[in-house]
């Protein structure tokens, strides 16, 4: 069976420090995978999205960008942490039509 | 663009009290729809989801929702509310065909309910 998973899954970073967040998917391959952000009371927010390896596009413009440097990884990345990057990050992978999602990085930048 | 409008932020209920939770989308063609169900700190958990077919789908927990094309409606039910229900549930529209362009879900802003014994 598929499986997918995050880490870390807490992060308290400084403001300007860099970030790294990784996915990876397991029992499958090639496939879609998905950022997502949710912040307090906005709901989810697309970040970005891969359909292959290389592969990125990218929702919103925004101090985060994204690699998908193997089939089934994902990689959330920041040069430098905004405050308002402060959030909950959801990874997820397509099946047909369903994305399924892992457990999320609470992500606070103080 | 597809949208999701779930107009309840927040819905009190007491334990094994009916429920429906309320979702209205916007698409330009028959859209394939979701709901999900966050507890605190967690992933989201697929409740359901309707493509085709039957408009009354069945999910896991008990839980049921109802497609109404002519309303754009895609309301979540549940007879009786157990506490263990209390969490956040997202409302979502996704393609209904397969493109190239990722397929991606919109989400609603959410519904917290809370449930009192």
């Known amino acids: 069976s598929q499986t997918i998973h995050q880490w870390p899954a807490t992060l308290v970073q400084p403001v300007g420090s860099p970030l790294s967040l990784e996915c990876t998917v397991e029992?499958?391959?090639?496939?879609?995978l998905y950022w997502y952000r949710q912040a307090a009371g906005r709901g989810l927010q697309l970040l970005f999205y891969?359909?292959?390896?290389?592969?990125i596009s990218s929702e919103v413009p925004q101090n985060l960008s994204a690699s998908r440097p193997q089939d089934r990884q994902f990689i959330l990345s920041s040069k430098k942490l905004l405050l308002s990057d402060s959030g909950f990050y959801l990874c997820?992978?397509?099946?047909?039509?369903?994305?399924?999602f892992g457990n999320g990085t609470r992500l606070t930048v103080t | 663009a597809q949208s999701v409008t779930q107009p309840d932020i927040h819905i009190t209920v007491s334990e094994g009290a009916s429920l429906e939770l309320r979702c209205n989308y916007s698409?330009?063609?028959?859209?394939?729809l979701f709901w999900y169900v966050q507890s605190p700190g967690q992933g989201l958990q697929l409740l359901l989801k309707?493509?085709?077919?039957?408009?009354l789908v069945q999910g896991i927990k008990g839980f049921e929702a109802e497609f109404k094309r002519s309303q754009s409606s895609f309301n979540l039910r549940k007879p009786s509310v157990h506490w263990s229900d209390a969490a956040e549930y997202f409302c979502?529209?996704?393609?209904?065909?397969?493109?190239?362009?990722?397929?991606?879900?919109?989400f609603g802003t959410g519904t917290q309910l809370k449930v009192e014994l």
């Open positions: 997820a992978w397509r099946e047909a039509f369903t994305l399924h």
């Open positions: 029992g499958t391959s090639n496939p879609n």
């Open positions: 891969s359909v292959g390896i290389g592969q």
């Open positions: 698409y330009g063609a028959t859209p394939y």
């Open positions: 309707y493509f085709s077919g039957d408009t």
């Open positions: 979502a529209v996704g393609d209904s065909i397969l493109t190239g362009g990722g397929n991606k879900l919109t």
